[in-house]
């Protein structure tokens, strides 16, 4: 079983940056690879990136070179910075965990987080 809990959301002007952290429980979170997704009102959950227990790093293209994730297993915490936000990246932002090695689905993570607003104000 595995817990994560979002933080880090907020009100934003458009081309600031804000960065996400993901707490996880648990002794085996190096075990999981994780996931960033986003929601906003009226759409369907959109995937973002992932980071692979190796650290390897997924990306959509809609965020692609403004937005890194990256992990830390000793603090069993992996963090999502977002650069360059736009009014149109306003979301409920999720992290995820899986144990298996395909990331870009909803249905390939077992665990979520509760998630965390972001507003980006133009």
């Known amino acids: 079983q595995v817990q994560l809990v979002e933080s880090g959301g907020g009100l934003v002007q458009a081309g600031g940056s804000l960065r996400l952290s993901c707490a996880a429980s648990?002794?085996?979170?190096?075990?999981?690879?994780m996931g960033w997704f986003r929601q906003a009102p009226g759409k369907e959950r959109e995937f973002l990136a992932a980071?692979?227990?190796?650290?390897?790093?997924y990306y959509a293209d809609s965020v692609k070179g403004r937005f890194t994730a990256s992990r830390d297993n000793a603090k069993n915490t992996v963090y999502l910075q977002m650069n360059s936000l736009k009014p149109e990246d306003t979301a409920v932002y999720y992290c995820?965990?899986?144990?298996?090695?395909?990331?870009?689905?909803?249905?390939?993570?077992?665990?979520w987080g509760q998630g965390t607003q972001v507003t980006v104000s133009s």
């Open positions: 648990g002794r085996t979170f190096s075990r999981y690879g």
């Open positions: 980071i692979t227990t190796s650290g390897t790093t």
């Open positions: 995820a965990a899986t144990p298996r090695s395909y990331y870009y689905y909803n249905s390939e993570y077992d665990y």
